[in-house]
């Protein structure tokens, strides 16, 4: 069935009722949502309106329990999605206001089931909404069927706009519900010209009058206004604002309190929470763009839990979207031209302009992690996927890492195919397939880049730039072994991430060593190899993170003379002097030092560093030289010698140490 003649049919048809379709409002209802005129419903919607008021009543629940039995055969039509609505909130209400709840310790209530009264007609009415799983709240329920507009506006969409909507039903009545319920409402507003487009491209392909290259540039214009029209959904987005002069300032630790809660599912209730992934925007652009990823987290969360919460003319209208394969039927064509490369370049900036870089989901993922980070630290622990999220693990912050996961699994077109690189284009000089950890801590620079992961080797130069978390979040990483935070993340288990990774080996990571015992020194090697990453770092983000580059080499200081100190502590044991010290297993790691060893170590990294930096290797050479003869001279003057004595000391002698060090970052900054 052709897209255009779905739209006229569901219109029509009753078995459409949830949800809402057409060219002229998209996504939105085509009148403006009000209460209606139904008396079997007037009670209910009366105490509908009344939800703020329960929010610190002792006998909220009772009221609702006490609610008028609803003759569910006087609700008919479209009063049937409006009552559906009203119990959704009403539930919601159930189980969040009141004194009784609001005051329980944290995690400890646990919410009984509803009252027949309200559950029994709220189950009933779903059904004949064709729901799936009922009841739950959808996002029609919440936000998209629970606006209006304010007086003397009309119903146009044009005037839907966060700042021109009030909630019709409000949970709460404060400004962050009027913000972040309405920025759904004006997001999809924005995207009221996908609809048109999508009919229009499909006209276009299965056009048997239009030549290929009319095809090819009504595509192209298509896509570009759907690009467009994902632009202004993203300027709605950043409209929810935690700026206090903003116009449309939302509060984050009011949110977290109030709107952030509201919508949080029981547990073992509702079949999900409503979010981002129970709207119609993102399954329907990830028909557009042809998504066949969901391996992701919130991959597999959008197609097990978000979809089954959409209405069912959504549904249906992305099965067709998906069977139309726009980003197909480009991939397939033969005629190879300018048109076709327009073609192509319209369908990559639509991908940029959804998943890219400051793209919709890029800001939404911002916008996750600033309000989570928030609302976790002010007792909201839950999401509205209804997992736990605990505070001392901190894991909004692996939310919004999931999100950029779940970001790369919509792919452009043609996307290279990454080759691995010959061990021989590396310079790798090891026997087959092995690299030792003294090899890997050379390749740092983001033109040459190994980095190690459970055991295995990784040659991820040409990935830099693709990674969803950007470059930044991988660089400190190059030349280490980042086992620990690569597992951190917990969409790296998926097998796309582990697939994607195995592009990338070169070898197995290997204890053995075939040069001069210089694993005394990788931590020392590590510290000046990470101060020439900070300064790359900045300089490839324009240098806007100076202050935070100033910081880290302040810290880099710190752990190069923590781990001088250990040298020396070995050194002097060697020596016969005896220093008590609680860390043993450091002591371990750096058995000894000597002069001998230094000299070979500098004709090693005077190879391997910055111009600017082979200085203040010799000046290290020649200064822990030094501290070695003042340790021995202030040991030998005292009987007993406590670390912090010896940190305060050395502390003293790295005071030129971090001038140097800071000096030629400075140089370096000013030579660009």
């Known amino acids: 069935m052709l897209l255009k003649s779905f739209i006229e049919e569901a219109q029509n048809n009753s078995k459409y009722l949830d949800g809402n379709l057409s060219i002229e409002f998209g996504f939105l209802p085509k009148e403006e949502p009000s209460q209606t005129n139904n008396e079997a419903l007037k009670e209910w919607e009366e105490l509908c309106e009344r939800i703020p008021e329960l929010y610190f009543k002792d006998q909220s629940q009772e009221e609702i329990e006490n609610l008028t039995p609803l003759y569910i055969d006087k ?9 559906v609505s009203v119990m959704s909130l009403l539930a919601s209400a159930y189980w969040r206001h009141g004194t009784k709840n609001k005051f329980s310790i944290r995690n400890t209530i646990e919410y009984g089931e509803l009252p027949k009264v309200l559950e029994e007609p709220w189950i009933e009415l779903s059904k004949r909404l064709n729901r799936e799983k009922a009841p739950y709240q959808s996002s029609y329920d919440l936000f998209m069927n629970n606006f209006k507009l304010k007086p003397n506006l009309e119903y146009n969409i044009e005037n839907i706009k966060i700042e021109n909507l009030e909630v019709l039903n409000k949970s709460f009545g404060n400004e962050p519900e009027r913000i972040f319920y309405m920025s759904f409402v004006e997001i999809h507003a924005a ?3 996908v609809v048109e487009c999508l009919c229009e491209i499909e006209n276009a ?12 540039d009504n595509l192209s214009r298509y896509l570009n206004k759907i690009s467009s029209a994902i632009k202004q959904a993203n300027r709605a987005l950043v409209k929810i604002s935690p700026v206090k002069r903003s116009k449309t300032f939302c509060d984050p630790i009011q949110w977290a309190k109030t709107v952030g809660v509201f919508a949080l599912p029981p547990a073992n209730y ?40 959409l209405p069912l003319v959504i549904k249906e209208f992305t099965k067709l979207v998906y069977k139309l394969d726009v980003k197909g039927w480009i991939e397939n064509q033969e005629v190879k031209n300018d048109e076709y490369a327009n073609l192509i370049d319209s369908f990559n900036n639509l991908i940029d302009t959804y998943t890219g870089a400051n793209g919709f989901l890029d800001k939404h993922t911002a916008k996750v992690f600033n309000y989570l980070g928030v609302a976790t630290f002010v007792g909201r622990n839950e999401s509205t996927s209804g997992h736990q999220r605990y505070i001392t693990k901190e894991t909004w912050k692996k939310v919004s890492d999931e999100l950029k996961i779940a970001q790369f699994e919509r792919k452009k077109l ?8 010959s061990k021989s284009e590396l310079k790798i000089e090891e026997s087959e397939n092995t690299i030792s950890a003294f090899e890997l801590v050379k390749h740092y620079r983001s033109n040459d880049a190994l980095i190690a992961i459970n055991s295995n080797v990784f040659e991820v130069t040409s990935y830099l730039e693709l990674h969803p978390g950007g470059k930044s979040i991988i660089q400190p990483y190059l030349g280490h072994d980042a086992t620990q935070e690569f597992n951190m993340v917990s969409g790296h288990s998926t097998n796309m991430a582990q697939k994607l990774l195995s592009k990338y080996w070169v070898g197995k990571l290997t204890e053995e060593r075939n040069y001069p015992e210089f694993h005394h020194y990788e931590k020392l090697l590590k510290a000046f190899t990470r101060t020439y990453n900070i300064i790359d770092l900045q300089l490839s983000n324009e240098i806007k993170e100076l202050k935070s580059a100033t910081l880290n080499l302040t810290q880099i200081k710190n752990q190069f003379i923590s781990d001088l100190l250990q040298n020396l502590i070995s050194l002097l044991e060697d020596k016969g002097i005896s220093i008590r010290f609680n860390h043993s297993s450091w002591k371990e790691f750096m058995d000894y030092m000597s002069k001998t060893e230094l000299e070979s170590f500098d004709n090693f990294i005077l190879d391997e560093l910055h111009k600017n930096l082979k200085q203040l290797l010799t000046f290290g050479q020649k200064l822990l030289e030094n501290s070695i003869d003042l340790m021995v001279d202030f040991i030998e003057s005292n009987n007993q010698a406590p670390i912090d004595e010896l940190e305060l000391l050395l502390q003293k002698e790295f005071k030129n140490y971090e001038e140097k060090l800071n000096e030629s970052f400075s140089e370096t900054l000013d030579a660009v």
């Open 205 to 216: 392909i299965k056009s048997e009058t239009l030549s290929t290259n009319e095809k090819f």
């Open 414 to 421: 043609f996307d290279e195919e990454i080759q691995l690189n």
């Open 191 to 193: 995207l009221t010209p």
């Open 270 to 309: 509702t079949q999900g929470g409503t979010s981002g992934t129970s709207t119609p925007m993102v399954h329907v652009l990830d028909a557009i763009c042809g998504r066949k990823s969901y391996d992701s987290y919130y991959g597999e969360y959008v197609s097990k839990e978000g979809e089954p919460l």
């Open 75 to 83: 609700i008919k039509g479209q009063d049937i999605t409006r009552a």
